[in-house]
């Protein structure tokens, strides 16, 4: 007897429940052909709707995420440090809805993806009017440049408007009459906290699947600045098809698949017990919101999906704390924007900073190295401090263009002596301000340098975001040196309210990645690794003995 057929699509989306706002009808009309009427939509429509979605998940937040950073500071179990951070970016919120400083200084990489019923016509090229919307909203606004255009296979160069972008439009035969869309802004930091294991049947029972991502989940670290919105994938019929599921997973867009699988279509769905038990998994592991807590991770979402017998590829994702997607749609009615919260003020609760926490070591940077270093030397990893001072900037291409005068015998400039240097490139500047968006970059791409560095005199005080290799603690062990971690995430905050002067200082020809010198009042941060060897990431590295008893 022949198999019976049964169809499913691989991922049957449920009903629609996001609330859009309407944000014209300029080229959109409805023409008939034969007796059907088909939706028409012209390329300027495209571009409107391109770079208002751009704008608006620049500075704008969904009102669930908002409320989960509110729930934080109303948790008795949330520590200290949780607590902080939520405020934090609670407050970067409020400032870049204002519209003036977007809410992460990397304003990331455009992904769009749409899905065009069989009913819609359009009149030119969508990629082109999509890429249109992008390039005026980039240009036109305070954002970013980060896209590199390879000139060849060794050399590149910044494009100078954040073009190109990743746009993939699929036929749609569920919406015939509609032209739906997924917008996201993706930082580096995040993009680069999606991972694609190989695994096989072994890792599919509960015991070893959830040891496996208790190691896994501890290696995402706090580089991408959580507390994340956590997406995993089991299965797949391809391994671009699950990381990319995973990528879906993590913007919600994933949200109304099944709650159980099929035998007959093997379509996929979400485990959502498995959620709550991964969740609960991440409240163990130490991290938290960045610096020590329970909230490494605002939800988690689980898609299981088919699977080749001889292939098991488990995808992990995270949207991280600039949580940046919007859903989108053209029909007979208009151009429709999902709705965002643009004004997060409620959210914030009746409290200051010293009502969270009042240990805070204040540390001025305008004495010598040696007298901040014996500062820093008095407390242990995970103090907060605050920061009033002069620092300098310097990060990726500045500190291959250092150790390249290094190589040559030309020694450290001595700016990297005199100050702290922070890892970082900021957002275009906004009239009126002294910087644009200003927060940091991953610590760890620049980890190779600091032993040389260290050693010929500078780098002794760095402050960026996320975990550092052993490399680094031995040589601040071996030196004398410290690392800061600062938030991540809070960049419009710190842009306004403790980044009081900006100039480049070196390789004025890098751009955004040049050296500067900036003057900050209170800038938090935290002590992340000390001269002593101590390292408050290498405790929550280690993995839990999950399914066994403690020993007493």
């Known amino acids: 007897?022949?198999?019976?057929?049964?169809?499913?699509?691989?991922?049957?989306?449920?009903?629609?429940?996001?609330?859009?706002?309407?944000i014209g009808k300029d080229g959109v009309s409805v023409i008939k052909l034969g007796d059907r009427e088909f939706l028409q939509v012209a390329p300027e429509a495209l571009t409107l709707l391109t770079e208002t979605a751009i704008h608006d998940i620049s500075h704008y937040l969904?009102?669930?995420?908002?409320?989960?950073?509110?729930?934080?500071?109303?948790?008795?179990?949330?520590?200290?440090?949780?607590?902080?951070?939520?405020?934090?970016?609670?407050?970067?919120?409020n400032i870049s809805a204002g519209g003036i400083l977007p809410m992460c200084q990397d304003t990331g990489t455009a992904l769009v993806m749409g899905k065009k019923g069989q009913y819609v016509l359009t009149t030119a090229k969508d990629e082109v009017a999509i890429s249109q919307g992008i390039y005026d909203a980039y240009t036109k606004l305070n954002l970013r440049y980060s896209q590199m255009a390879p000139v060849t296979t060794w050399d590149e160069k910044n494009t100078g408007n954040n073009l190109p972008a990743q746009i993939e439009i699929f036929a749609d035969s569920d919406h015939q009459d509609e032209y739906n869309f997924m917008?996201?802004?993706?930082?580096?930091?995040?993009?680069?906290?999606?991972?694609?294991?190989?695994?096989?049947?072994?890792?599919?029972?509960?015991?070893?699947?959830m040891t496996w991502l208790d190691e896994k989940l501890r290696s995402i670290g706090t580089a991408a600045c959580p507390p994340y919105h956590l997406a995993i994938v089991i299965?797949?019929?391809?391994?671009?098809?699950t990381v990319k599921t995973a990528k879906l997973a993590s913007t919600k867009y994933l949200d109304s698949l099944p709650t159980s699988g099929d035998a007959a279509t093997g379509h996929g769905f979400r485990d959502i017990e498995l959620e709550k038990e991964v969740l609960e998994l991440t409240r163990t592991l130490g991290i938290g919101a960045q610096f020590g807590g329970k909230y490494f991770c605002h939800d988690v979402r689980v898609i299981r999906l088919p699977r080749h017998g001889a292939s098991l590829p488990i995808a992990i994702a995270v949207s991280c704390s600039a949580d940046r997607q919007a859903k989108a749609k053209i029909t007979k009615d208009g151009i429709f924007l999902e709705e965002l919260e643009r004004d997060p003020a409620h959210f914030l609760p009746e409290t200051t900073d010293s009502h969270l926490d009042d240990n805070v070591v204040k540390i001025d940077l305008n004495q010598p190295m040696a007298a901040v270093r014996a500062e820093l030397s008095k407390h242990p990893v995970k103090t907060r401090v605050s920061l009033t001072g002069t620092i300098v900037v310097a990060r990726d291409l500045a500190h291959a263009r250092i150790k390249e005068g290094l190589d040559a015998g030309k020694g450290l400039p001595q700016y990297m002596k005199d100050y702290a240097v922070y890892y970082a490139g900021p957002a275009k500047t906004p009239t009126g301000f002294a910087s644009g968006s200003f927060g940091p970059t991953t610590a760890g791409r620049m980890d190779s340098y600091v032993e040389q560095f260290q050693a010929a005199g500078g780098s002794f005080v760095m402050l960026a975001k996320g975990n550092r290799s052993k490399a680094v603690t031995d040589a601040c062990k071996s030196h004398g040196g410290f690392y800061l971690g600062s938030i991540g995430g809070p960049a419009a905050r710190l842009a306004q309210d403790c980044i009081k002067k900006v100039e480049v200082l070196d390789f004025e020809d890098l751009g955004m990645e040049a050296v500067y010198k900036i003057d900050v009042v209170d800038f938090p941060a935290f002590i992340v690794v000390d001269d002593k060897g101590n390292d408050f990431f290498a405790e929550t590295s280690k993995p839990l003995s999950i399914g066994k008893r403690s020993e007493v």
């Open 1 to 22: 007897m022949a198999p019976q057929f049964s169809y499913s699509d691989l991922l049957p989306i449920g009903e629609d429940k996001t609330k859009y706002r309407n």
């Open 62 to 93: 969904r009102a669930e995420h908002l409320q989960q950073l509110a729930n934080i500071l109303k948790d008795p179990e949330a520590s200290p440090n949780d607590r902080f951070v939520a405020l934090d970016l609670l407050k970067n919120a």
């Open 183 to 209: 917008f996201i802004a993706k930082g580096g930091g995040s993009a680069n906290k999606s991972f694609l294991y190989q695994e096989t049947k072994a890792v599919l029972n509960p015991k070893s699947f």
């Open 235 to 241: 299965g797949g019929t391809s391994a671009e098809h």
